[in-house]
């Protein structure tokens, strides 16, 4: 629950989601350099700041939460495009 928490009190910047969203490809961070044309101790200081706001250690826990949050969202956007009608009572 920290992590969501601080997510919320820190919010990531627009460049730290797009690192998230090149990371949680499995994308290399020279790759990741290449694509957003910064170096790779930028992309290392963008990953750093974001482990910190996450409360989070490493790539892969980054990738699978971004995972998680990608699907919840999904599920929330279908939720509302395609709501479910209130039952009948009889």
């Known amino acids: 629950m920290r992590a969501r928490a601080d997510a919320c009190k820190y919010p990531l910047t627009t460049r730290e989601r ?6 949680s490809k499995g994308l ?3 790759e990741v350099a290449s ?3 910064l ?4 992309i ?4 750093h700041n974001i482990y910190q706001k996450l409360a ?4 892969t ?17 279908a939720s509302v495009r395609n709501p479910t009608p209130p039952s009948r009572r009889i």
């Open 18 to 23: 797009q690192v998230v969203r090149l990371v």
């Open 28 to 30: 290399s961070n020279r």
């Open 35 to 37: 694509r957003l044309n």
């Open 39 to 42: 170096t790779e101790g930028t």
């Open 44 to 47: 290392k200081a963008h990953l």
């Open 56 to 59: 989070i250690s490493n790539r």
């Open 61 to 77: 826990a980054l990738a699978a939460l971004a995972v998680f949050l990608s699907r919840r969202l999904e599920a929330t956007n």
